[in-house]
């Protein structure tokens, strides 16, 4: 058996949340990402409305609305660690860094030339980095007043998906079929070839692998060190639509949505599904998971976000 294995077998298996605590509604478009603050008290969701907002999945109840800057969907979010800000890319070409409190706009970091997919903060919160359809990753600067990009990479032959930092590596998904690795410290970077366009991924929490989104249908739990491909999963449902996946906080499992309108988990031992649970009558774009482990979220394109506990 692999090494990888053998310690993830001797792991406490996690207790994925399955039972619909709330639904979460408010937006008038489809929903393409929710995602949890650091402490997991609150969430944002981003939509084909134009908007994004900020509710408290424990209560179930919306806080807040922000709207009025994007001129198109929100694809994408960043929530800082303070909760004093966040960062929110979509259609408009654009990046806008909001101040919570006050609702109003503190950066816009233009040139990209296609919608942006993806954005992250770097450790410290000093950089902001976009992928783009245009297939371009981008660095912002958040410390000083320029507003031209620290760096672009061009690797990319198709649209970037995803974005991933971690410390002094960026993990770059795209439609080429790549899942690319930058080591900033050392300037280079390695390419693992998915052999079909690459929709999403998941860096495991103990940096050993990632799981990647394809467009075949198939999550590929990928080994970072090798190269190898440790395993495949299928059962959910993928043609065209990007699907978010992620690792439980023991990284025994896989958590990811699907077409059907449900959200599947796999166990990391085996290829196909061991649960899914429904409440949702469109395809599950994105999920997430609690810092304090008790809920999940589902945003799905039928305008809803379930709370899962």
């Known amino acids: 058996m692999n090494q ?17 605590h709330a639904v979460l509604k408010g937006h008038k478009g489809c929903i393409y990402q929710v995602k949890f603050n650091k402490n997991g008290e609150y969430c944002m969701s981003c939509s084909q409305d134009r908007s994004i907002i900020l509710w408290n999945p424990n209560k179930g109840t919306l806080i807040k609305q922000f709207s009025g800057l994007h001129n198109y969907e929100i694809l994408d979010v960043a929530i800082g660690e303070d909760n004093s800000k966040f960062c929110s890319v979509g259609g408009d070409k654009s990046a806008f860094l909001w101040d919570v409190k006050s609702d109003k706009l503190l950066r816009k970091f233009e040139g990209h030339t296609n919608r942006i997919n993806t954005v992250s903060f770097n450790d410290d919160e000093s950089v902001v980095i976009t992928g783009s359809f245009d297939t371009t990753i981008r660095f912002w600067d958040l410390k000083s007043n320029t507003y031209k990009p620290l760096d672009i990479f061009k690797d990319a032959q198709d649209s970037v998906s995803k974005v991933v930092i971690n410390k002094y590596e960026v993990l770059a998904s795209s439609i080429d079929g790549k899942v690319r690795t930058y080591d900033l410290r050392m300037g280079l970077v390695t390419n693992d070839d998915m052999k079909h366009p690459v929709l999403s991924f998941s860096l495991s929490n103990d940096k050993k692998t990632y799981a990647a989104s394809c467009m075949d249908g198939g999550i590929r739990l990928v080994d970072r060190e090798k190269g190898e491909i440790l395993n495949t999963y299928s059962g959910h449902q993928v043609k065209d639509i990007t699907i978010g996946v992620m690792h439980s906080f023991d990284d025994a499992y896989l958590i990811t949505g699907s077409e059907d309108g449900s959200v599947y988990y796999y166990d990391l031992l ?6 899914q649970f429904k409440n949702h009558v469109r395809t599950v774009s994105a999920v997430d998971l609690s810092p304090q482990r008790n809920f999940i979220l589902s945003g799905s394109l039928d305008n809803t976000i379930t709370v899962w506990k």
Request: aromatic fraction near 14%.
């Open 270 to 275: 085996q290829s196909k599904p061991i649960n």
């Open 4 to 20: 990888y294995y053998e310690k993830l077998s001797l792991k406490t298996k996690f207790e994925v949340p399955q039972q619909v």
